[in-house]
């Protein structure tokens, strides 16, 4: 884990590979790794939620279930999409994974990244990716300060969200730049 970042290595490379692939397939949406890993971080303490700890291949010891999109408390209202097969939740939908997809989202951008054959909301390395494609797809350029928002919040409608995930996207950034050695 880099002690500095207080990111799991496996993060960190999850992270990595997706902003690369993505500037490599999708150049014009100028995605970094810290925006992945803003995201990482404010969604379940890249996968380390409730007690979980990240494995070298990017899985959480235990599963990260979101709580039940029920309508209550301010929470939106999402039933089941998937009969429970993501979420184990027959009734409601819960978000999944380390970057906690809505099963139906998971279904629409979900991508085999680490290449063993299976698209898996659980997998960092696969969520990094989709997460990427989502993001771009949703902003354009996040570059752009107002696409940046713009794609953020829909990936979560909260303005309170976005300020978080930039928040620690700029402390990545800044931190990163920070620990490379001197030319």
Not at 27 to 43: S, T
Not at 63 to 76: E, F, H, S, T, Y
Not at 115 to 136: I, K, Q, R, S
Request: charged share 25%; net charge negative; glycine share 10%.
């Amino acid at each position: 884990m880099s002690t500095e970042l207080n990111i799991p290595r496996a993060a960190l490379e999850a992270y990595g590979y997706a902003a690369r692939a993505t500037e490599v397939s999708r150049p014009e949406c100028n995605l970094n790794w810290p925006v992945l890993a803003g995201v990482g971080a404010v969604e379940s303490g890249h996968g380390r939620f409730g007690g979980a700890e990240l494995d070298e291949t990017a899985r959480p010891s235990i599963p990260i279930r979101g709580i039940p999109l029920d309508g209550a408390d301010g929470v939106r209202r999402i039933d089941d999409t998937d009969s429970g097969r993501l979420d184990g939740d027959e009734v409601f939908d819960r978000a999944v994974g380390p970057l906690q997809f809505i099963p139906e989202t998971w279904n629409e951008w979900a991508v085999d990244a680490d290449g063993d054959g299976f698209a898996d909301p659980d997998d960092l390395d696969d969520a990094a990716l989709a997460a990427a494609h989502y993001l771009c797809d949703s902003a354009g350029d996040l570059e752009d300060p107002d696409s940046f928002w713009d794609g953020v919040l829909t990936y979560n409608a909260s303005r309170s969200y976005v300020q978080e995930v930039l928040d620690f996207a700029d402390h990545y950034g800044k931190s990163s730049r920070s620990l490379q050695p001197e030319n």
